[in-house]
C-alpha cells in the first residue's frame, strides 16, 4: 500500500459547526502532515507530528486542532472556521530515503465554509 | 533557512517541444530538492528527488532535472511534451537530518497546446 487516504474528499461547514478531517496511510511512515493550499497556491505547512508527537505548528490559529492517535492516522479538527480558511486540505506522510525527507500525500480534502 | 525559486507561473509549449521549468534554490546547508507534480483536484506526486548521488536525475513520465551548484539551479526537462503533462509543477527544498520541513515554489502552470 502505496497511498495515502483523505476523507472527505469535499467538506461544507457553517462558522458554527464542528468537523474534523482524516488521513490514513500503512506505509509505515513515521512522520505526517497536514498542508493548506489556497487556489493557485503552493501548499503550506501547518503541522508535523514524527513519531506521534507533535514536532512542528507552523504558528496555526486554535479553531485548527491536529491529533495523531496512532502511527498510521492523523486527524484535523476544525472549529468556528472563518470562510478565508475554506481551501484544499493536504495530509501527507513522509519517508527518509538517502537522507532527504520525501513526502507522499494524499488527494486532500476540500473545505468551504459559508 | 531554505528556499526556491521557481521562475515564470505560466509557461506555455506545443505539443512534442521541449519543456523546461526552471527552479533555484537558496540554502546555507547541503540541499535536498524535489519537483512535484499536482493534476487539477489532486494532491502531488513526487516527481524526482535530487539527494547528492548524482547531478542529472530521472524521474517519471520521462521528465529530468540536472542540479548545479554553480548557478544554483534545479531545472526540470522533457524532451517532447504530450498534452497529459498539463499541470501544475512545483519545485521544493529541505535539508538533510531527518523529518526536516519541506519548503515549496510558487509553481509554474504547463499548458501544452495541440
Known amino acids: 500500500d502505496t497511498e495515502v487516504t483523505q476523507t472527505p474528499k469535499h467538506l461544507v461547514m457553517g462558522m458554527t459547526n464542528k468537523k474534523s478531517l482524516k488521513c490514513e496511510q500503512h506505509m509505515g511512515h513515521r512522520a505526517m502532515y497536514w498542508y493548506k493550499q489556497k487556489a493557485k497556491k503552493p501548499p503550506e505547512l501547518m503541522f508535523v507530528?514524527?513519531?506521534?508527537?507533535?514536532?512542528i505548528n507552523e504558528s496555526v490559529p486554535s479553531r485548527f486542532s491536529p491529533e495523531c492517535p496512532n502511527s498510521s492516522l492523523l486527524n484535523l479538527h476544525l472549529h468556528a472556521l472563518q470562510p478565508e480558511d475554506s481551501a484544499l486540505y493536504l495530509c501527507?506522510?513522509?519517508?527518509?530515503?538517502?537522507?532527504?525527507?520525501?513526502?507522499?500525500f494524499g488527494a486532500g480534502s476540500r473545505l468551504t465554509v459559508l | 533557512a531554505q528556499s526556491v525559486t521557481q521562475l515564470g507561473s505560466h509557461v506555455s509549449v506545443s505539443e512534442g517541444a521541449l519543456v523546461l521549468l526552471r527552479c533555484n534554490y537558496s540554502s546555507s546547508v547541503p540541499p535536498y530538492l524535489f519537483w512535484y507534480v499536482q493534476y487539477p483536484n489532486q494532491g502531488l506526486q513526487l516527481l524526482l528527488k535530487y539527494t547528492s548521488a548524482a547531478t542529472l536525475v530521472k524521474g517519471i513520465n520521462g521528465f529530468e532535472a540536472e542540479f548545479k551548484k554553480s548557478e544554483t539551479s534545479f531545472h526540470l526537462t522533457k524532451p517532447s511534451a504530450h498534452m497529459s503533462d498539463a499541470a501544475e509543477y512545483f519545485c521544493?527544498?529541505?535539508?538533510?537530518?531527518?523529518?526536516?520541513?519541506?519548503?515549496f515554489g510558487i509553481g509554474t502552470k504547463l499548458q501544452v497546446i495541440p
Open positions: 507530528y514524527s513519531y506521534e508527537k507533535l514536532s
Open positions: 501527507a506522510s513522509s519517508q527518509v530515503v538517502s537522507g532527504a525527507n520525501v513526502l507522499t
Open positions: 521544493a527544498v529541505t535539508r538533510g537530518g531527518g523529518y526536516q520541513k519541506v519548503t
